[in-house]
């Protein structure tokens, strides 16, 4: 199957600076990348969606400034987290949405993010 | 706007008990219905998926989903459960490419 990786899978980080996370799709071109937000208990929140070569589209209440994303190439997109603050703080999942399959998405193993 | 939900948030069962979650969804358009698995530590993984046709899903690892368009619900279930099963379970919905998750449903099974 499909496998897409995520790095780093844990980060800490001091209040006020700016992490990045990535995410691979290993063994297939994916033109979209989707990026998720995972609270400890809770669903998956989408944030934004990321398209190879163009703008993301990020999700109502999502800050683009923020939580900038580039999706530079078909295997890689990656996620910067930038004047990172406590409540910041999460579990981060990304998915690639590639293949003949319509709507699959294959997903990340997540990036855990500590901001202290 | 679409919204999932489910209605069990955490299910505790012995091996070999049937196991059945509740999956309730509000589109009225046409949906794309998903069940997926987060084993403890590991990705998301697709357990299965309806699109159009037998409204009667086999997915893998012996899961099935039944779509009942009327009460929209996309129920899964499995008749023997394995101690392996412990897990989350989320179902979502798909319009647009993007996926909407219910808050998922922790499935612990005793031996």
């Known amino acids: 199957g499909a496998v897409v990786s995520q790095h780093p899978s844990w980060v800490i980080c001091k209040s006020g600076t700016s992490v990045k996370i990535e995410c691979r799709s290993l063994?297939?071109?994916?033109?979209?990348m989707f990026w998720y937000r995972q609270f400890p208990k809770q669903s998956l929140m989408l944030m934004a969606t990321?398209?190879?070569?163009?703008?993301?589209?990020?999700e109502q209440g999502v800050e683009k400034d923020k939580f900038l994303i580039n999706h530079a190439s078909l295997t890689l997109s990656t996620l910067t987290v930038t004047s990172a603050h406590p409540e910041d703080s999460s579990f981060y999942i990304c998915?690639?949405?590639?293949?003949?399959?319509?709507?699959?998405?294959?997903f990340g193993p997540g990036t855990r993010l500590t901001v202290t | 706007a679409q919204s999932v939900s489910q209605h069990n948030h955490h299910v505790i069962l012995s091996e070999a008990a049937s196991l059945e979650l509740g999956c309730n969804y509000s589109?009225?358009?046409?949906?794309?219905l998903f069940w997926y698995v987060q084993y403890p530590g590991q990705h998301l993984q697709l357990l299965l998926k309806?699109?159009?046709?037998?409204?009667l899903v086999k997915g893998i690892k012996g899961f099935e989903a039944e779509f009942i368009k009327s009460k929209f619900s996309f129920n899964l279930r499995k008749p023997s459960v394995q101690w392996s099963d412990t897990a989350e379970y989320f179902c979502?919905?798909?319009?647009?490419?993007?996926?909407?998750f219910g808050a998922g449903t922790t499935v612990t099974v005793r031996a």
């Open positions: 998915s690639a949405f590639g293949g003949a399959i319509f709507y699959e998405q294959y």
């Open positions: 063994d297939f071109q994916a033109t979209t």
């Open positions: 990321s398209n190879e070569g163009s703008k993301a589209t990020y």
């Open positions: 589109y009225g358009g046409t949906v794309n």
């Open positions: 309806y699109f159009s046709g037998d409204p």
């Open positions: 979502a919905v798909g319009n647009d490419y993007k996926l909407s």
